[in-house]
């Protein structure tokens, strides 16, 4: 089993609607999560962490489910700047390494 | 601009044929990383480096060798190239450093696309 299993999608969404998608995790000893932004063809770039409070960045949300070992992103008032794969990213305690997920590919339409 | 500089950007080599993945960053960090990316696989780390002076294996350290030459650089080698080997190859860094929890998020280089033929 992957420790970190996302939806590939597609998601197709028009601009301005809200779109959600989860990753779920394996290690239950795991202690830090993050969304991770890549675009294609480039390098992946940090989006957010993810706090066990859940968290808020303009448009997009992240929460944290550790008894069900899942963490979800929304983004509100899609732009189509927005389409991008987005990697579930989580480490374990005293561990350098972190684990990525295969991400989920989100498109916004015009 | 600050960050991790990756060179060269596009290699193609031919089967056997060894060659060297460049990586630096100046951001004074001290963990280092190479990745590499295939479709559908998500990144899969390659080496790491928690320290300069030190170099651990990840999950796909086989055909691969690396230097952590100066808490600057970080070199990734292919002996012998295999049509396998063909991927986009990532390195990146990170503040992470003995045993505090890495809370840190990881600065990728812009990538090397190799392809082996």
């Known amino acids: 089993r992957k420790e970190v299993e996302q939806d590939p999608g597609p998601f197709n969404v028009p601009e301005g609607a809200t779109v959600a998608f989860n990753c779920t995790y394996s290690?239950?000893?795991?202690?830090?999560f993050f969304w991770y932004r890549q675009d294609c063809r480039k390098e992946p770039k940090l989006l957010m962490s993810v706090y066990s409070s859940g968290n808020e960045d303009g448009r997009f949300t992240a929460q944290l489910n550790r008894a069900s070992q899942y963490i979800s992103l929304l983004i509100r008032d899609s732009k189509l700047s927005d389409s991008a794969t987005y990697l579930c990213v989580v480490n374990r305690k005293y561990d350098y390494k972190l684990s990525f997920g295969a991400g989920t590919t989100v498109t916004v339409r015009a | 601009n600050a960050g991790v500089t990756q060179t060269p950007k596009f290699q193609v080599l031919k089967t056997g044929q060894s060659m060297t993945l460049q990586c630096a960053q100046d951001m004074n960090h001290n963990s280092m990383y190479w990745y590499r990316q295939d479709p559908g696989m998500g990144l899969r780390l390659i080496y790491y480096?928690?320290?300069?002076?030190?170099?651990d294996k990840g999950e796909v350290p086989n055909g691969y060798n690396v230097s952590r030459l100066n808490k600057r650089e970080f070199s990734l080698r292919l002996e012998s190239a295999a049509p396998s080997q063909t991927s986009v190859y990532f390195c990146?860094?990170?503040?992470?450093?003995?045993?505090?929890?890495?809370?840190?998020?990881?600065?990728f280089g812009s990538g090397t696309r190799l392809t082996v033929v």
């Open positions: 290690n239950s000893a795991s202690q830090s």
């Open positions: 990146a860094s990170s503040e992470a450093r003995g045993t505090v929890s890495s809370n840190y998020g990881y600065t």
């Open positions: 480096s928690a320290s300069e002076g030190t170099t």
